[in-house]
């Protein structure tokens, strides 16, 4: 299993606002089994990072530093918190990452949110950030929809960050 190449974040692109937030993390690319997770690390001390503690985020500047000096890491991430006004949806599958080509059911979502949308560092998915909260009756913090390949979240996740931007 070959490990992944991952896209070097357009840091241009990525909204200043979330920037702002001391919600960073790095990750990297972990075997398991036959496919590849991203853990978070954390960027202030470079060991395993949580979604779920503050203590183990850092800035968007500590978290792009570590990027340029480590080779072994492969990204930035957001982590989306109960302080933070954002939700992140990841659609999962939905695009071929050799045309750019987007399933009709993922383009209809991404135009109806109309917010900021990327491309995952797969190229086989988008994410996109809103501001808002998860509807009534949603699990807890979030969750994922198999049947729809959709993910959403506010809180107790982080979103992998690549500032490929997705215009539709």
């Not at 960027?43 to 183990?56: A, I, L, N, Q, Y």
């Not at 890491?73 to 982590?79: E, R, S, T």
């Not at 988008?126 to 509807?135: D, N, T």
């Not at 959709?150 to 931007?165: A, N, P, Q, S």
Request: proline fraction near 9%.
């Amino acid at each position: 299993m070959e490990k992944p190449e991952a896209l070097y974040p357009k840091v241009q692109n990525i909204p200043d606002e979330l920037k702002t937030l001391p919600q960073w993390v790095n990750w990297w690319w972990k075997p398991d089994g036959d496919k590849y997770t991203k853990p978070p690390i954390n960027p202030k001390t470079m060991r395993g990072g949580s979604h779920s503690d503050p203590e183990t985020w850092g800035t968007y500047a500590q978290s792009l530093e570590n990027l340029k000096r480590y080779e072994w890491l492969a990204g930035i991430g957001f982590v989306f918190s109960e302080s933070d006004p954002f939700a992140g949806i990841d659609l999962d599958n939905c695009r071929n990452p050799e045309t750019g080509e987007i399933t009709p059911r993922a383009l209809q979502i991404i135009k109806k949110l109309n917010s900021y949308t990327e491309i995952s560092p797969s190229r086989t998915g988008v994410k996109i950030i809103i501001r808002g909260s998860l509807p009534k009756g949603a699990p807890e913090g979030g969750g994922k929809n198999k049947e729809f390949g959709i993910e959403m979240y506010d809180k107790l996740r982080f979103f992998t960050i690549t500032g490929e931007v997705l215009n539709v």
